[in-house]
């Protein structure tokens, strides 16, 4: 009998455990797109998609209830004259802090962040 990974969060409680911050809050668009996109990931991609957030490819024990700190996500601001939708989200992976830009629509937040998390698997270049 071998051991299972722990049940992935619903919508609702993943509400309840990733705050928004610095620019965003519950009813920002950025914030809704994070959620949606950790509930939607498919199962053999959150190991890489959790290396990439937190450091480790498992969750601890009692899943993003349990990270400490919590896990935050923070607006990421560009430079001038750049675009939002040219930046990569970044990690502080020991503060379990994600910074994201105000993409243009889900669809281009979820292959940023596709991307980062592929790129981000050897080292932590992109914080």
Known sequence: ????????????????YITPQHGFDENSAQYR??????????????PAFLKFLTGSKRLPTGGFR???????????????????DEILPSVMACRNYVKCPQ????ELFKGRFDYAVAEGQQNFTLS
Not at 103 to 106: A, W
């Open 1 to 16: 009998m071998g051991c299972r990974e722990p049940e992935w969060e619903s919508k609702e409680e993943l509400c309840r």
């Open 33 to 46: 797109h994070f959620i949606r996109y950790i509930t939607e990931l498919e199962a053999e991609k959150r």
């Open 103 to 106: 993409y243009s629509s889900y």
């Open 66 to 84: 349990s990270l400490d700190p919590r896990l935050t996500l923070a607006l990421t601001p560009g430079r001038p004259g750049q675009s939002p």
